[in-house]
């Protein structure tokens, strides 16, 4: 996990180009790098770097002596770049799987750059001698990116919105930001005075899509009859190739089925791999909530060493404007489940040496296990909200998942969104990936039923919302939240809410909270960073995205 930070045709101050790079510092804290290069006028390019692979010669921009025209950034991990090398003979220089970018880039040409890669990736290359940028971005959007772009053609990308929007004001014609769209590629011509021109926009993927590179499992070691060893196959193989990393590795545990799946099979590839080191895992709740006392079985009986981070209401009052200016976004539900995710990554940061951190992001889409996948009306509505889930998910669970995260300089890997995993569910028979019995995931719990990977009220234990998983149903965490926040909004700002924002206009006082913290940080640009209230479908009379007003949840007191 990095920042990265570039500008194309805009002639700025230095001091406001340091005070905008430094924004996304957090990122990358080990080390950063500014550069300008005299062959590109007003061109620059900066880097903050969290080292996970070739601490050495891994710093970026990255420049190779055999290609010293092109320059790279990017933040992302491509797990293929050894089996890359193999096929089409590339020499590497350094051990970082980034190069292979380059590589690729020069030997096949930028068409055939994006959908050679598996892995996760947000970068920008320059090619200054062929006067070219191409910028990429992952299927699923797991890497961030948000791109800056004016009429007469200034060009800024960053990680974060927050590295650009300061820069706005200095940009005298029409300019959007927003964020770059995952699964697409664009290439731009530098123009003489470091302006840009848009030569092309591709799709090159999308969710579900078979993989256009080799996949890291053989087709053709997957069984025709056998779809729930097939399953387990292709999910055990994306926890392995994600161990890739020279810093220590760990897991996110909830006690739920997603993260439980990972961390057990992140601890059985980390024995078999003899990683020199145990296996952290890190649960989080306010006392003894379920979510505590599940995480705290899975990790007796899977052998980590596993760490509870108990949190009160008054934590959660210290970091809610903080949070909604990392996650860059006014979503309910995003801000909702992102606060024990942003305290467990603080932990995590001040008392241990974990940084890679594995997590279960990306299930519920791709399973359907939120519990409104209940009431889809047939299998093929259901299998198309998967689709529009997966495709939306770097807007909400997947934003959350990253900026929590790096917030407090960690990397998160999420197997679940791998790209030949998804590609393989998402291909079974529709009917056979809906809740079978009133229980949600059924074909992914059946896939690992009776292999002892999990105990079994492990595998089988009932979805949750997440505010009654780390609190209770007594008090669940929205509750909490509506608390803090009631003595800020007054029924009259409520009232004149309409007035205020006509775009997703706040119907409460949580909803008022969230969206006036976010205009303060990022003023006018509602529109382009979040196109709805993420909400349960095919539910009525429901104005709260909480499971829990669904009729079919189910949590315990």
């Known amino acids: 996990m990095c920042g990265i930070w570039a500008l194309f045709g805009l002639d700025i101050p230095l001091t406001c180009m340091c005070e905008n790079f430094e924004k996304i510092s957090h990122r990358g804290p080990e080390a950063f790098k500014l550069e300008y290069d005299h062959a590109v006028k007003n061109g620059y390019l900066g880097f903050h770097r969290l080292a996970i692979v070739d601490d050495l010669r891994g710093m970026q921009p990255m420049r190779l002596i055999k290609y010293p025209h092109i320059f790279l950034l990017c933040n992302g991990e491509i797990y293929n770049y050894k089996s890359i090398s193999e096929e089409h003979g590339f020499q590497y220089s350094t051990n970082c799987d980034v190069e292979v970018i380059i590589h690729l880039y020069e030997n096949n040409g930028a068409q055939n750059v ?170 989080i709740g306010m006392g003894d909530s379920p979510d505590i006392i599940a995480a705290r079985q899975v990790a007796d009986y899977i052998g980590t060493e596993h760490h509870e981070i108990i949190f009160s209401e008054k934590d959660v009052l210290h970091i809610l404007d903080k949070l909604i200016y990392h996650l860059e976004t006014f979503d309910i539900t995003t801000i909702r489940a992102s606060i024990g995710m942003y305290l467990i990554s603080k932990y995590i940061k001040n008392n241990t040496e974990t940084t890679v951190i594995f997590s279960g992001e990306g299930a519920d889409e791709l399973a359907q296990g939120y519990i409104y996948f209940r009431d889809a009306p047939n299998e093929i509505e259901a299998h198309n909200e998967s689709h529009r889930l997966l495709k939306d998910i770097y807007l909400y669970d997947g934003l959350r998942a990253d900026r929590t995260t790096s917030a407090f300089s960690l990397e998160l890997r999420v197997p679940f969104l791998d790209i030949q995993f998804t590609n393989y569910y998402l291909s079974l028979d529709a009917a056979s990936r809906q809740p079978q019995g009133g229980v949600e995931k059924h074909l992914l719990r059946s896939a690992f039923d009776g292999t002892g990977l999990l105990p079994s009220n492990i595998l089988w234990r009932h979805k949750e919302a997440f505010s009654d998983g780390v609190t209770s149903i007594k008090k669940s965490l929205f509750q909490v939240v509506h608390d803090i926040i009631k003595d800020h909004v007054t029924d009259e700002d409520l009232e004149n809410a309409h007035l205020k924002y006509t775009y997703c206009t706040p119907k409460t006082k949580e909803a ?42 189910s949590a315990k007191e």
């Open 114 to 283: 994006t959908k050679m890669l598996d892995g996760v990736f947000a970068f920008c290359l320059l090619d200054f001698k062929n006067k070219r940028i191409l910028i990429g971005r992952d299927p699923y959007g797991v890497r961030p990116l948000f791109q800056l772009y004016s009429t007469d053609g200034q060009l800024g990308i960053c990680s974060e919105s927050k590295g650009l929007m300061g820069l706005t004001k200095r940009i005298k014609s029409d300019w959007t930001l927003k964020p770059f769209t995952p699964g697409h590629y664009e290439e731009y011509e530098i123009l003489n005075d470091g302006r840009t021109k848009l030569l092309s926009k591709v799709n090159y993927c999308k969710p579900g899509s078979k993989p256009s590179f080799k996949p890291y499992t053989n087709w053709n070691a997957l069984s025709k009859t056998n779809v729930l060893g097939n399953i387990r196959m292709l999910l055990s193989a994306a926890v392995k190739k994600r161990l890739m990393a020279d810093r220590k590795v760990g897991c996110l545990l909830s006690g739920g089925l997603d993260s439980s799946l990972v961390a057990a099979l992140l601890v059985k590839h980390a024995k078999e791999e003899s990683l020199p080191y145990k296996i952290q895992s890190f649960a």
């Open 512 to 553: 008022l909270y969230y969206r006036n913290i976010f205009e303060k940080y990022y003023g006018g640009q509602a529109e382009e960073f979040m196109p709805y209230f993420w909400m349960p479908r095919w539910i009525t009379g429901i104005s709260d995205p909480s499971a829990r007003f669904i009729k079919h949840y």
